[in-house]
């Protein structure tokens, strides 16, 4: 099984992204990761304070649609080894924005997918071993399960049918990536996960919406009739999952990601209230999100199987308490967030640098 010496990782100061950087650094010690993040709204350089001082890891404030930011980091073998994995995870990633304002889902997840695919492509001339993209997508893109069907999932087989601009523009960079393996013979892999949970994740997700609204002592907005059904999964096991499709997946595949974990959006909020110690007084129902989808489930047999692949750590309601339990402990971590102080940090820790 390769390990890489070191990973591109784009959008690495999110959610998601931070996590798994924490993630590889843990499991993966020889493996040094460049964190490239534009630092939208979205992007946190707290999420990775305690990695500061880390040798294995660097962060580049940059954007994914700069072809020259990009053939700079894909040429550098100065002062690690040159980048032999891309993972990219830079995205816009909330629906409701993507309704709001559609623009800069098309440019950064679909044009910037492309500026990345084509900077790699470049990179690739002359190696050896080409560089592995993995590219970072959602269940999304496969619309929406009726509530009727419960056995019905989202296989890697099932036609894309993405229903919000969001869903539609990751749809349309997983169709790229699906280009450049066929056109250019690039070691491209895609992975599509359900719904993620756990420490980082930008308040203005469901769950720590709802935990930190209560902490406040807030009610929790909930949509429409709250039986959307999403399958949750612990953000660590997401990782683990990349990680696997990284090292053992096989060029040109897609591979499902997802908890065996659905939940109906009243179904969560119960249990997070009562995990909270309130009750459905807290609940504020709010006017439903335009096409919002009904129901996600996926299969994720092929990863299992192949790849060996199982969630571990999104246990219900175990990993939804400790998961509750962090947003507790860590107030100044999300109220830095709400108040827009984490802004500041990247100019405080970062300003006067040389190298990023
Ligand atoms: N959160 C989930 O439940 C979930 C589930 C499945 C798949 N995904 C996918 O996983 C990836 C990460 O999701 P997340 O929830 O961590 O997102 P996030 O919104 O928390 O983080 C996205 C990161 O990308 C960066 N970014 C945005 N535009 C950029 C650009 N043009 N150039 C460079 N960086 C840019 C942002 O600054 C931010 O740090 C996304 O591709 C998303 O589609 C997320």
Known sequence: MPQYNHILLTGGAGFIGSNFVRFV????????????????YAGNLENLSDLEGD??????????????????????DNPIPGVDAVVHMAAESHVDRSILDSQPFITTNVQGTQTLLDAVRHANDGR?????????STDEVYGSLPLDEPNEKFAESTPLAPNSPYAASKASSDMLVRAAH??????????????????????????PLFVTNLIEGKKVPLYGDGLNVRDWLHVDDHCEAVLAVLEKGRSGEVYNIGGNNE????????????????GDEMIEYVTDRPGHDRRYAIDAGKLERDLGWQPTRSAWPDALAATIDWYKSNGD????????AYRDYYSKQYAGRSVH
């Open 128 to 136: 050896d071993t080409p560089i592995r993209f993995v590219h970072v």
């Open 333 to 340: 971590w999300w109220q830095r967030v709400r108040s827009g």
């Open 55 to 76: 040798d294995g890891y660097r962060f580049v404030k940059g954007d994914i649609r700069d072809a020259d930011v990009l053939r700079e980091l894909l040429s550098d």
């Open 182 to 207: 066929h056109t250019f013979g690039m070691d491209t892999l895609i992975t599509r996960c359900s719904n993620n949970f756990g420490p980082y994740q930008f308040p203005e997700k469901v769950i």
């Open 263 to 278: 939940r109906s959006n009243l179904d969560l909020t119960h249990t997070i209230l009562q995990l909270m110690g309130h």
């Open 25 to 40: 650094r843990a499991h993966r010690p020889d493996t040094h990761v460049t964190n490239l993040d534009a630092l939208t």
